[in-house]
């Protein structure tokens, strides 16, 4: 199986992106937010979408350069307006912002629109446990064509509407929680699609209504379940609480924008640990509290515990040191992009 190493990976993405006209700050972010989802283990979320990024530059529906505004500022919110810039530079400034003012009045809320694509959700909140503060972002994918059902329904009517919430810790890999409201994230079934593979029962409907484990019903007018299975009215609330935070909240409004781009509305609240607890004692009861979860017992079935978040750490120490699979189909998409810049060469010369 080819792998790439996540240095070489992560130096070709910013420079592909600063030839289609991407500056280097966004390109650098870009890189690193996507590279970290491949990383750990969410190659859904990681260069997979690259091509997708540069569709939309070319199609106006991405601007490179675009100045942020941050707008109703007070000392604890904001409204920031990415005037359809790259998702994850917009977000990382926002998340910047949220992170100064929780640390001055020790919390935060602000509210994101008119970006691109935020990739995946944890890239944001663990910032601020990085920097001692627990945060939590909710993200509308999009506002583009909807893709889960209401429980019960068979109808597209919500997006897959990611919520993720971050704590500090000593803990060498955070514990967090980073999902899809939705039973799967809508590009793992993009991704079995491109591997070729089936998809458990669950997962989607298909435009009849019934479950299936084919990817490719998906695109043909099925739809996604809600989290939960047959108690996937949970799902259905949470997801409904995530869309109406990023969506009506924010001011974008629910449902789909007419003009079909890619707008990912985010609320982001970020809390100074240090106004409930000292800092050094709730980071040690997180770590003894996330190792006494994954020392729990084994199920039948199961290999061991880990606690939330604990997957991803595993899965990036793997990669870092052995190199990221990224499939033949995003390879082609990649290069095919690349061999119309003007940069050297292609990802092939990386492979190994
Ligand atoms: N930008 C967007 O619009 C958008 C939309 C949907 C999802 N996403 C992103 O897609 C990614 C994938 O989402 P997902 O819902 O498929 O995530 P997932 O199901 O892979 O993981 C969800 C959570 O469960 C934890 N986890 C996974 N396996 C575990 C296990 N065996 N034991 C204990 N904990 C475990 C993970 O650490 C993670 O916190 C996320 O990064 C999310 O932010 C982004």
Same mark, same amino acid.
């Given at each position: 199986?080819? %792998? ?8 070709? +993405? ?42 939309? +530059? ?13 707008? =109703? ?13 790259? $998702? ?8 910047? %912002? ?8 020790? +919390? ?35 506002? $583009? ?15 897959? =509407? ?8 000593? %803990? ?45 019903? @998906?695109?043909?007018?099925?739809? +996604? ?23 009506? %909240?924010?001011?974008?409004?629910? $449902? ?68 990221? @699979? ?27």
């Amino acid at each position: 199986m080819p %792998l790439i190493n996540h240095n070489d990976l992560r130096n070709f +993405i910013s420079q592909l992106m600063q030839s289609y006209g991407a500056s280097e700050d966004e390109a650098t972010l870009i890189s690193e937010h996507s590279v970290e989802a491949n990383l750990v283990g969410h190659d859904s979320h990681g260069v997979i979408q690259i091509p997708t990024y540069i569709d939309r +530059i070319q199609r106006g529906h991405i601007k490179p350069g675009a100045e942020i505004e941050v707008n =109703n500022e007070s000392r604890t919110t904001a409204r920031i307006n990415g005037n359809w810039g790259f $998702g994850y530079y917009v977000s990382d400034f926002a998340m910047k %912002l949220a992170i100064k003012k929780a640390r001055q009045d020790n +919390i935060a809320a602000i509210t994101v629109v008119q970006q691109s694509h935020v990739g995946r959700v944890a890239s944001y909140p663990l910032m601020a446990a990085k920097e001692g503060m627990i945060a939590i972002m909710t993200a509308d994918s999009g506002r $583009g064509p909807k893709m889960v059902v209401p429980f019960g329904g068979k109808e597209r009517k919500l997006g897959t =509407n990611p919520i993720c919430i971050a704590f500090p810790s000593n %803990l060498e890999g955070t514990m967090f929680v980073d999902m899809a409201t939705s039973s799967v994230a809508a590009g793992k079934i993009n991704l079995a699609r491109s591997r070729g593979k089936d998809i458990p029962f669950g997962w989607i409907l298909d435009k009849d209504g019934n479950q299936t484990n084919d990817p490719n019903d @998906f695109s043909q007018g099925g739809a +996604i379940l809600p989290l939960g299975a047959d108690q996937g009215h949970k799902g259905y609330g949470l997801s409904a609480a995530v869309e109406t935070f990023s969506g009506i %909240l924010t001011g974008l409004g629910f $449902g789909v924008s007419k003009d079909g781009i890619h707008n990912d509305g985010c609320l982001m609240i970020v809390m100074n640990v240090e106004a409930f607890r000292d800092l050094e004692v709730f980071k040690q009861e997180v770590t003894d509290f996330a190792l006494d979860l994954s020392s729990t017992e084994v199920a039948s079935g199961y290999d061991r515990v880990y606690y939330p978040g604990e997957i991803e750490h595993i899965t990036k120490q793997d990669r870092m040191q052995n190199g990221i @699979f990224v499939e033949d189909t995003t390879v082609a998409n990649i290069n095919k992009f690349a061999d119309e810049s003007d940069i050297k060469g292609n990802l092939d010369t990386f492979l190994h």
